[in-house]
């Protein structure tokens, strides 16, 4: 199994600039969620969705930040314009509640180091 | 409500002796607990997991937690502590809530380990 993919690893841009996250979740899995981690805050859930539909977003910090997810397979973090104090590691998840055991139990990508001069 | 309480922020221990590194939860349902690590520039891994099966559950690299739900507590310890475990973890409470799985990550706890 390929496991959670997120692209790009790195991203360096400059502040009001548009940058666009990726991930792929597990297929399958009918849960996506999508984490910051920043020394200050340590780790905080932004949005997540249920079968491609948004249920939380009350962790997303401000309108500049819009997630998506069209597919099953894809989903997308957005932030414009961007800040110098968006800069963080962004995670994505995925999960599968219909599992034999219904655990909840997340699957991590590598994450996506942003970096806002 | 549902939340999660790690103890301890950073953890200083020894190499070759024992790590505890403590949790405790708050959840209206029989949930799930969790321990994930993060070692510096990665994601997060699955340690181990309790899914109201065996009170006692191992996980990799020797790790080990109780559930103990007259404490609340779901502790994560090691006999013996080695280099490699020098990581962040992170107690993870899931439970069903209004339909969906909630999950409530803890603060996390840095274990330092000293050679």
């Known amino acids: 199994d390929a496991g959670v993919i997120q692209s790009p690893r790195h991203e360096v841009t400059e502040m009001g600039q548009e940058v666009t996250l990726r991930c792929k979740p597990i297929s399958g899995h009918d849960y996506l969620f999508w984490y910051r981690q920043t020394m200050m805050r340590g780790l905080e859930l932004l949005i997540y969705f249920n079968n491609n539909v948004p249920i939380d977003d009350s962790g997303m910090p401000e309108d500049r930040f819009s997630a998506k997810m069209p597919n099953a397979s894809f989903s997308t973090l957005k932030i414009q314009p961007s800040e110098p104090r968006d800069s963080a590691v962004y995670f994505c998840a995925s999960s599968e509640r219909g599992g034999s055991l219904n655990t909840g139990e997340l699957f991590f990508g590598e994450g996506s180091r942003l970096t806002v001069l | 409500a549902q939340s999660v309480t790690q103890l301890d922020s950073h953890v200083s221990v020894s190499e070759g002796t024992p790590v505890l590194l403590r949790c405790n939860y708050s959840s209206s349902y029989s949930p799930s607990l969790f321990w994930y690590v993060q070692h510096p520039n990665k994601g997060l891994q699955l340690l181990l997991k309790?899914?109201?099966?065996?009170?006692l559950v191992k996980g990799i690299n020797g790790f080990e937690a109780e559930f103990k739900k007259s404490e609340t507590s779901f502790h994560l310890t090691k006999p013996s502590a080695h280099m490699s475990d020098a990581a962040e973890y992170f107690c993870v409470v899931s439970d069903p809530a209004g339909g969906y799985q909630k999950v409530t990550f803890g603060t996390g706890t840095k274990l330092q380990v000293i050679p």
């Open positions: 309790y899914t109201s099966a065996a009170t």
